[in-house]
């Protein structure tokens, strides 16, 4: 794809709200460097800073140069965009271990060597640390009116809770990292949420002013869900890119659990898919709604993006064990795995052999109450070993691939033996 037909692939895409007027003509002219920046303000990115990243993925695939801007010194501050109060400050240390994290995780989203369009990461502690007070009044602060930035949606949004001069400062050091990106690297561009479309303009109007050449912004909207929530929560927390935060197998629930209503909208904004395959998925979903197609493609492109192919077959495979699409017997040891992290469990007591009694294994899960009860159950049916309905008087048999058992009380009440420890 041309750096020229960046831009309407961004539109059809639903990524793309504002832009500077004079972008479609620079684009026009060639490949170009742009930026977004991500403070790190937590131990993980989360969904909502995949818009950013994935503008910088388009802009790779078109053939412009991308750049990552860590704030390891805007991150000491904190921006007061979209935010109704105040950030809480985070110490040095928590930033500096913060921007370790995030770095990793953007590798896994963009190309970055020493090419013309491979990625590169800064971090602007490098030159927001050194700068001095004064010096960065008279560059930067004498080319800025109050009236100016009052009138920026991340201050004007705040005036009546209050906002501080550390965040009300924060518009003028991000645009201190676009000169500076302007004069080191020839970046010419910034991209981000509409969010961040006050900061962006400050830092092209400090470009004019204090170099004289221009410089370019694009933004993607906000994303909400169909019904108004907000993008990238489920059941109230944050849906994070770190498996520790949120594993595989919840990342691909959230994505496979979206409202019909927005599923070919996430398909265009967070998938690489193309017209023709997205129209395929859609079709498909319109004659067997019940088979969540295109939520199942969404869920294992992104899972797959965020934590590897082999996280994302897992976390599919698991879906379709819990949801009674797939039985236990032909599931992988790695599935297993990954169930052990979202199902109670412990590990299987060293004497069970497959010839042990059923009856000893429900009796030691949480499933029941006590011994009586795991007998009742088993009586009535209502008891499933690795998938098969069992008896009172049967053997436990073969474990699954890895050495798990996996019992079974009712439709949706499940207890995983795990192998023994070495």
């Known amino acids: 794809m041309p750096t020229p037909a960046l831009l309407n692939e961004l539109a059809w895409r639903g990524l793309l709200q504002d832009q500077t007027p004079g972008l479609a003509a620079r684009l026009a002219r060639g490949p170009i460097t742009g930026y977004a920046g991500f403070d790190p303000t937590a131990p993980s990115l989360q969904v909502g800073n995949l818009v950013p990243v994935l503008l910088l993925a388009h802009l790779q695939r078109a053939g412009g140069t991308p750049m990552v801007v860590l704030g390891g010194g805007t991150g000491l501050i904190g921006d007061p965009s979209g935010k109704s109060t105040e950030r809480p400050l985070l110490d040095a240390a928590q930033v500096a271990a913060n921007v370790d994290t995030q770095r990793a995780q953007l590798g896994r989203f963009l190309r970055f060597g020493s090419g013309p369009a491979d990625a590169r990461i800064v971090n602007n502690a490098d030159w927001l640390g050194p700068l001095a007070l004064v010096e960065f009044l008279r560059d930067v602060g004498k080319h800025f009116t109050i009236g100016y930035m009052l009138q920026k949606d991340s201050v004007k949004s705040r005036l009546d809770a209050g906002i501080s001069y550390t965040e009300f400062s924060y518009m003028l050091l991000q645009a201190y990292d ?109 004659r067997e709604p019940g088979a969540r197609t295109p939520h199942r493609a969404l869920a294992g492109d992104l899972t797959a993006l965020v934590h590897g192919e082999a996280a994302a077959a897992s976390a599919a495979e698991a879906s379709r064990i819990l949801f009674g699409d797939l039985e236990p017997a032909r599931a992988r040891a790695d599935t297993w795995r990954l169930l052990a992290a979202e199902l109670p469990n412990s590990a299987l007591p060293p004497d069970v052999t497959p010839q042990t009694a059923v009856l000893e294994l429900v009796a030691a899960t949480t499933l029941v109450k006590s011994r009586g009860d795991a007998r009742r159950q088993l009586v009535q049916g209502g008891i499933a070993l690795n998938g098969r309905r069992v008896g009172e008087s049967e053997a436990a048999g073969a474990p699954l691939a890895g050495g798990f058992y996996l019992v079974q009380r009712g439709k949706k009440a499940r207890f995983l033996f795990t192998p023994p420890a070495g």
């Open 178 to 286: 676009f000169r500076e990106l302007r004069r080191r690297h020839h970046c010419e561009l910034q991209v981000g949420g509409s969010d961040q479309w006050g900061n962006i303009t400050a830092g092209i109007e400090l470009i004019r002013r204090a170099d004289g050449v221009e410089a370019h912004g694009l933004v993607a909207p906000m994303v909400t869900t169909a019904t108004g929530a907000k993008f990238g929560k489920s059941e109230g927390n944050a849906v994070w890119l770190d498996a520790r935060l949120t594993s595989p197998y919840q990342f691909f629930q959230y994505w496979i659990n979206v409202d019909d209503r927005d599923v070919d909208r996430y398909l265009r904004m967070f998938t690489f898919r193309d017209r023709d395959a997205i129209a395929a998925l859609l079709a498909d979903h319109a």
